[in-house]
């Protein structure tokens, strides 16, 4: 995987419409994101640069994005108004589910350790079909945490970049820095990360 960088300043149309996000969709609206002006924003995740990493670039590809995410959400121990995402894209010919739970199992053992338990629920995501949410066990291994997202690519999502969904498939994730800090360190409320 290689690593890119993106601006936190995006366009309503690299966040939101290249990824399949209608226009009805209420992540649209300002009370849950923070327009500078109709068309421009503070980016809402770090999937804007998978728009713009495959539009710069021909299949296939691999890359890990990390960055500052912002959106409206009340603020408690496990959401904050600014946090970090580390996102992930991988495409080819022959991208399969298997390949992304395989990612993202040994990335959580690698980082949070051989014992880690995470489990892949059943979940909607415009950008991703089918799509999954991720949960870790967390610490005394009573209560599952959502790491974050993750699922295979919709094909809107290629066509909006150029690519041919008959040709490739892929993978994305974004999962939420904090919340694998706070795992990995027992750390209990996000705010104290601040």
């Known amino acids: 995987f290689a690593v ?50 495959m539009r710069a670039n021909p299949p296939p590809l691999a890359v ?26 991988m495409v080819d010919r022959g991208v399969t589910m298997a ?9 959580a053992r690698s980082y949070l350790g051989e014992d880690v338990r995470i489990r892949f629920r059943p979940s909607f995501f415009p950008f991703t079909e089918p799509s999954v949410e ?3 066990l967390w610490h005394g291994g009573d209560r599952w945490v ?6 295979m690519v919709d094909p809107n999502v290629f066509r909006a970049v150029g690519y041919d969904p008959d040709e490739v498939t892929g ?10 800090c706070m795992r990995r360190h027992g750390i209990k409320d996000i705010r104290w990360l601040t």
Not at 18 to 47: K, Q
Not at 171 to 180: H, K, N, P, S, V
Request: aromatic share 8%; net charge negative.
């Open 64 to 89: 890990i994005v990390p960055g500052k995410a912002y959106r409206r959400d009340a603020v408690d121990a496990r959401h904050l108004y600014m946090f970090h995402q580390v996102e992930g894209l």
């Open 171 to 180: 993978f994305a994730f974004g999962l939420g820095i904090e919340r694998l």
């Open 134 to 136: 991720v949960d870790m």
């Open 4 to 53: 890119v960088l993106g601006p936190e300043i995006e366009t309503d149309a690299n966040n939101f419409d290249a990824l399949n996000i209608p226009p009805d969709h209420p992540a649209r609206e300002g009370l849950d994101s923070f327009y500078l002006r109709p068309d421009l924003l503070l980016r809402t995740h770090t999937s804007p640069m998978q728009v713009r990493t």
């Open 146 to 151: 959502e790491m974050g997202g993750a699922g």
């Open 99 to 107: 390949d992304l739970k395989t990612v993202l199992r040994l990335f």
